[in-house]
């Protein structure tokens, strides 16, 4: 069973930063794709961000600009580096991962993030 942990989260104050990280385990077939969506309470879960193996990125349209996704290959890692946080980015982060040969797909655990004053 393949597992995905993430880290990352936490409190951050209004403008400030985060930088999640999503490391798969050892047995992920590759190639997958790599992505992040999120959670706010009393919403439905939704796109943020993806990177293929070859670094192609996508993200939603409206957090364009303040997050940016990353991956190292070699560590079967993604990041989501995002930057100038708002109240409504409040969510738990999920990492997803999607595979190109098969159907599986898998997600992580999930990390809190908390923007507020």
């Known amino acids: 069973q393949v597992q995905l942990v993430e880290s990352g989260g936490g409190l951050v104050q209004p403008g400030g930063s985060l930088r999640l990280s999503c490391t798969a385990s050892r047995n992920i077939v590759s190639p997958y794709l790599m992505a992040w969506y999120r959670q706010a309470p009393g919403k439905q879960r939704e796109f943020v961000a993806n990177?293929?193996?070859?670094?192609?990125?996508n993200y939603a349209d409206s957090l364009k600009g303040r997050f940016t996704i990353s991956r190292d290959n070699a560590k079967n890692t993604a990041y989501l580096q995002m930057n100038n946080l708002k109240p409504e980015d409040t969510a738990v982060y999920y990492c997803?991962?999607?595979?190109?040969?098969?159907?599986?797909?898998?997600w992580g655990q999930g990390t809190q993030v908390t923007v507020s004053s």
């Open positions: 997803n991962t999607k595979s190109y040969t098969s159907v599986s797909e898998y």
């Open positions: 990177v293929t193996p070859g670094g192609t990125t």
